[in-house]
T-cell receptor
């Protein structure tokens, strides 16, 4: 079974509107972390936001917020007030186990290509 | 966030030659680094975990003799693609967590800019 599932291969959004990118995950580990990365056409992976499994509040970083629904095992990324520069590939990723643990590798989803239209 | 550099950013080589890619942590010490490969329009696939001062841990299906990893210092890991063939052409990208930020950032991995390898 897929550990990280991103069901939207591609999305369009109008400039200045909000958009939600979906991510569901599967793990039996009680401690885990969820991450979102942005990959523009240049290829670099840019860290956007992090949510720990024990965090009580949804993470926010500027225009990015993570809608964490633990019971549903979902960690959707919300981008508010979309900008043309937001056009990129977005990857959801999961770390199983506590931070600093022996196995802190990331498992990535298949990504969602976001296109912001003027 | 922490800064990770990678060199070269792109390389073209002939089939049968070896190519070395460097990954450096610039403002922190990385006891662990990760090497990923990404084919066009696909996700990142973890190849191996590079551990400073010890052998790398390879993911299932990755040939350790073909993809040699050396993590000789706390700021440098190298990936050598030996006897490269066209099917090795891909985007190789490394990452490292900053141990100093483990608690606050959940072991966020910071990525290098990637190396695009083309084998002719």
């Amino acid at each position: 079974a897929q550990k990280i599932t991103q069901t939207q291969p591609g999305m369009f959004v109008q400039e200045k509107e909000a958009v939600t990118l979906d991510c569901t995950y599967d793990t039996s580990d009680p401690s885990y972390g969820l991450f979102w990365y942005k990959q523009p056409s240049s290829g670099e992976m840019i860290f956007l936001i992090y949510q720990g499994s024990y965090d009580q509040q949804n993470a926010t970083e500027g225009r990015y917020s993570l809608n964490f629904q633990k019971a549903r095992k979902s960690a959707n990324l919300v981008i508010s007030a979309s900008q043309l520069g937001d056009s990129a590939m977005y990857f959801c990723a999961m770390r199983e186990g506590p931070p600093g643990g022996a196995t802190n590798k990331l498992i990535f989803g298949t990504g969602t290509l976001l296109a912001v239209q003027p | 966030g922490a800064v990770v550099s990678q060199h070269p950013s792109w390389v073209i080589c002939k089939s049968g030659t070896s190519v070395k890619i460097e990954c450096r942590s610039l403002d922190f010490q990385a006891t662990t680094m990760f090497w990923y490969r990404q084919f066009p329009k696909q996700s990142l696939m973890l190849m191996a975990t590079s551990n400073e001062g010890s052998k790398a841990t390879y993911e299932q299906g990755v040939e350790k003799d073909k993809f040699l990893i050396n993590h000789a210092s706390l700021t440098l890991s190298t990936l050598t693609v030996t006897s490269a063939h066209p099917e090795d052409s891909s985007f190789y990208i490394c990452s490292a967590p900053d141990p100093g930020l483990a608690d606050s950032s959940g072991d966020t991995q910071y990525f290098g800019p990637g190396t695009r390898l083309t084998v002719l």
